[in-house]
């Protein structure tokens, strides 16, 4: 049997850590960087290659889902981020009417996209469309910037989200303005006004410019790209018809402690 010197032992300390600490160069980190700009820089190149490519099969795709009922509020729904924005009866009754859900990228900034949500005619607001736009807004740089032969510019690269990104707000016209969802139901932040304690109704979305829990990014990023495998239950810690049953009687706690993180587009 070999004998070792275990975790917590004495002499535990007196070991050597067999890896050094690393010394770099300033010509190494030089070099390193330009590999990381240069990483960066791919990933946009066949990012738009990628979404040039899959606009037409979204097309297709809405088309498709247009003949399935609910087939937007239920994929909606089974995203633990959005649905924990939407645990009001009223909200998923009011996004029952939903029937179609598309997400349009900024073709210069791909990173920037309008979300826009068609309704059918419902007994809460008299829109048929409500949409929340996050703009590109072009740093001054890029007005003297010459992009390359991939159409890539130095702005691009160093693309900043809280800087370059505008998001819009719409006043949603509500039918009885005393019965407004976002009325009865209002947003709640916490100490800090970049976290939500109560996200109320899932329509603040709309009529708050803030987005502290990202859903726009979330319903952009990962749930229309995926709305299928969303819609058949597919995706892992999506929401299950049984998990909701389960959950009925959680309290608010419980329920953000789920809460997943969703991530911001790649820089």
Same mark, same amino acid.
């Given at each position: 049997?070999?004998?070792?010197?275990?975790?917590?032992?004495?002499?535990?300390?007196?070991?050597?850590?067999?890896?050094?600490?690393?010394?770099?160069?300033?010509?190494?980190?030089?070099?390193?960087?330009?590999?990381? %700009?240069?990483?960066?820089?791919?990933?946009?190149?066949?990012? %738009?290659?990628?979404?040039?490519?899959?606009?037409?099969?979204?097309?297709?795709?809405?088309?498709?889902?247009?003949?399935?009922?609910?087939?937007?509020?239920?994929?909606?729904?089974?995203?633990?981020?959005?649905?924990?924005?939407?645990? /009001?009866?009223?909200?998923?009754?009011?996004?029952?009417?939903?029937?179609?859900?598309?997400?349009?990228?900024?073709?210069?900034? /791909?990173?920037?996209?309008?979300?826009?949500?068609?309704?059918?005619?419902?007994?809460?607001?008299?829109?048929?469309?409500?949409?929340?736009?996050?703009?590109?807004?072009?740093?001054?740089?890029?007005?003297?910037?010459?992009?390359?032969?991939?159409?890539?510019?130095?702005?691009?690269?160093?693309?900043?989200?809280?800087?370059?990104?505008?998001?819009?707000?719409?006043?949603?016209?509500?039918?009885?303005?005393?019965?407004?969802?976002?009325?009865?139901?209002?947003?709640?932040?916490?100490?800090?006004?970049?976290?939500?304690?109560?996200?109320?109704?899932?329509?603040?979305?709309?009529?708050?410019?803030?987005?502290?829990?990202?859903?726009?990014?979330?319903?952009?990023?990962?749930?229309?790209?995926?709305?299928?495998?969303?819609?058949?239950?597919?995706?892992?810690?999506?929401?299950?018809?049984?998990?909701?049953?389960?959950?009925?009687?959680?309290?608010?706690?419980?329920?953000?402690?789920?809460?997943?993180?969703?991530?911001?587009?790649?820089?």
């Amino acid at each position: 049997m070999v004998k070792g010197t275990k975790r917590g032992s004495p002499g535990a300390e007196d070991e050597k850590n067999p890896l050094p600490n690393v010394e770099l160069s300033d010509e190494d980190a030089k070099k390193l960087t330009e590999i990381q %700009r240069d990483l960066a820089h791919a990933e946009l190149v066949l990012e %738009r290659q990628a979404q040039a490519t899959l606009k037409p099969v979204y097309e297709k795709r809405r088309d498709v889902v247009k003949a399935i009922p609910n087939f937007w509020p239920v994929a909606l729904m089974r995203h633990s981020l959005f649905n924990y924005h939407a645990q /009001h009866n009223a909200d998923q009754t009011a996004l029952s009417y939903l029937e179609d859900l598309w997400v349009e990228k900024d073709p210069s900034e /791909h990173r920037c996209f309008t979300i826009e949500f068609h309704f059918k005619e419902n007994q809460f607001f008299n829109d048929r469309i409500l949409k929340k736009e996050y703009k590109f807004i072009p740093p001054p740089a890029a007005d003297t910037e010459t992009p390359d032969k991939d159409g890539i510019t130095e702005s691009m690269l160093d693309f900043s989200w809280d800087r370059d990104v505008q998001i819009s707000t719409v006043k949603i016209d509500w039918k009885e303005p005393e019965k407004a969802l976002t009325k009865m139901y209002p947003r709640e932040t916490g100490e800090d006004e970049d976290e939500i304690a109560d996200p109320g109704s899932f329509f603040n979305f709309f009529e708050h410019e803030a987005d502290p829990s990202e859903v726009g990014i979330v319903i952009a990023n990962e749930i229309f790209p995926e709305a299928i495998e969303y819609f058949l239950g597919n995706v892992d810690g999506d929401v299950t018809d049984s998990e909701e049953e389960e959950d009925e009687d959680d309290d608010a706690e419980e329920i953000d402690l789920e809460k997943p993180r969703p991530k911001k587009p790649k820089v």
